[in-house]
């Protein structure tokens, strides 16, 4: 076992010799003998052993090892040192094999130490990148569980932020190929992480990379399967793949196979949904999903099909008045409650997809339509009651006075009814119309041009204010006149939490790979 001033002195001699270093095996072992020394000579092999490294080949083996078990060592001092000086070693077929023991190191819980990880694998990636995903894609498939989710974690964070000149074509095509065999086998949340990955990648900018992506999506999402409502991990994984999904979306990307797996598998199941966590308003998640997809739905065999399953959904959502008695004043039975978040999902999608079919709702029988406008009649009354309460509630009110909570909710709650105010008028034509566009309540509101003024709060019409008219035309729609009376006073105060929505959730992965035995969970 060496002193200090043995390395000391072989180290000169390997120094001294230039490239004839290679020459002097006998000093370069002594060297790597310094890894059974105390503290001192420990923390000069960790010095030693890279700078000579590229001498001598045939110990190449015998010094990587040697490193190793410096950078696992007790001594928190040399393992930073050996972590540190490991990219020395990353040459030719070595790069690999260094990659996967540093990937390794990320399970390190010394923050300084797990820094040096960092910085060593984002310094031999930009050597070569190809080789470092070799490392690094070995153990997220087989490694231990802490290195899989630091790993990946990596890869989230460090990768996808490097220059163009290091994410090549090749280095790009390499991880979406890669990751496509790790998502075989994902939790909830590393499915979101790889997502995040796959989209940043250049290469999959285009119209065919995000169809592409899509198409991944879809296959994660189980789309061919029947989905079991009564299993909160299958709806987890059904609501962590659409918000994957949604945002890739565009005229040229279509939802079309999404969409009608939500008509024919999740909307008849909706009211037996479990949510995977007790915060999650699940019918009004899945609901909100279907509404931003339906925008981007293509043409389809199954339009007519998926326009019925939503108009019996939107039916269901959208009470009957309630009976009155023999002496005219309304009965004794509750008021039924308008839902008002799930019926903008709704009818929003609804509108969405007729758009596509506008006879739609003048083929639905006589008396199933006679029954849908009287409950469109009855909740477009409502609807007016509370937007006029939601406005009184927050005419004048400026700045910090709209940054309360019970503000905030009622400036929802306006966009909401608003938007649900815009599609029953187009649903009111003669015949139906389905020209006006709206902005959904938990979407940013896009600025208006300058010089233009937007019709209602977070709505966005299909044509400017027109002057209210002394005289009523033949088709206007009295049921939008603020109700009076009976009907009015019935309604009492609004109360914004009973109303089945202003609020929304995000769900917390599908479960564990469980046990190690990573097979698919679902």
């Known amino acids: 076992m060496p002193t200090v001033e043995e390395l000391y002195r072989n180290y000169g001699i390997l120094a001294d010799a230039n490239d004839g270093a290679s020459q002097h095996k006998d000093a370069y ?4 003998d310094g890894v059974k ?8 092999a960790a010095q030693f ?4 490294f590229k001498h001598f080949p045939d110990l190449a083996d015998a010094a990587i090892n040697a490193q190793l078990d410096l950078c696992e060592d007790e001594d928190v001092s040399i393992r930073r040192q050996a972590i540190k000086e490991l990219p020395q070693f990353a040459t030719g077929d070595n790069l690999p094999r260094v990659a996967d023991i540093l990937t390794q190191l990320l399970q390190s819980d010394d923050s300084a130490e797990f820094n040096l990880v960092n910085n060593s694998l984002l310094s031999i990636f930009k050597m070569d990148a190809k080789g470092t995903l070799g490392g690094l894609f070995s153990q997220i498939l087989q490694g231990e569980d802490i290195v899989r989710e630091r790993a990946i974690k990596f890869l989230c964070t460090k990768v996808r932020n490097l220059p163009e000149e ?24 590393e499915f979101v992480l790889f997502m995040k990955i796959l989209s940043s990648l250049k290469t999959l900018q285009s119209v065919g990379g995000r169809q592409q992506l899509v198409d991944l999506v879809s296959d994660q999402a189980g789309l061919q399967q029947t989905l079991n409502p009564a299993d909160p991990d299958s709806v987890d994984r059904l609501l962590q793949c659409m918000r994957q999904a949604v945002p890739l979306f565009s005229k040229n ?3 079309t196979k999404f969409v009608s797996h939500y008509c024919e598998n999740v909307l008849p199941n909706l009211g037996s949904l479990t949510s995977p966590a007790e915060s999650i308003d699940i019918q009004l998640e899945v609901l909100k999903l279907l509404a931003e997809m339906s925008a981007f739905c293509g043409e389809t065999e199954k339009l007519e099909s998926n326009l019925k399953k939503l108009f019996d959904k939107l039916l269901e959502y959208m009470p009957l008045p309630p009976e009155e008695a023999e002496n005219g004043e309304n009965s004794d039975k ?3 409650k308008l839902q008002f978040s799930y019926v903008e999902c709704l009818l929003y999608s609804f509108h969405q997809l007729a758009r596509k079919q506008p006879n739609f709702l003048t083929e639905v029988n006589a008396e199933k339509l006679k029954d849908f406008k009287i409950r469109l009649q009855y909740f477009a009354r409502g609807l007016q009651v509370y ?7 927050l005419q004048g009110k400026t700045g910090d006075a709209l940054k309360t909570e019970e503000n905030k ?15 029953i008028k187009d649903l009111f034509h003669i015949p139906p119309s389905y020209k006006s566009t709206v902005t959904l309540s938990w979407k940013p509101v896009q600025k208006a041009d300058s010089g233009l003024k937007r019709t209602g709060e977070g709505t966005a019409s299909s044509s400017p204010p027109k002057k209210t008219s002394p005289v009523p035309k033949r088709d206007a729609r009295q049921i939008y006149n603020p109700p009076s009376g009976k009907y009015s006073a019935s309604l009492g105060t609004f109360s914004y939490e009973q109303q089945g929505g202003f609020r929304g959730g995000r769900g917390r992965g599908w479960g564990g790979r469980g046990n190690r035995s990573r097979g698919r969970i679902y």
Request: positive net charge; hydrophobic residues 45%.
């Open 29 to 32: 072992q002594v060297i790597l």
């Open 37 to 44: 020394g105390g503290p001192k000579e420990k923390r000069l």
């Open 49 to 52: 052993i890279p700078k000579f």
């Open 166 to 189: 290091v994410m090549t074509k090749e280095v790009e095509d390499l991880i979406f190929t890669e990751s496509k065999k790790v998502l075989y086998d994902v939790t909830g949340e």
């Open 253 to 255: 990307v279509h939802s």
């Open 334 to 336: 509750e008021e039924p």
């Open 387 to 393: 937007i006029r309460q939601l406005r009184l509630a």
């Open 409 to 423: 909710i009622k400036v929802v709650a306006l966009k909401i009814t608003n938007n649900i105010n815009v599609l």
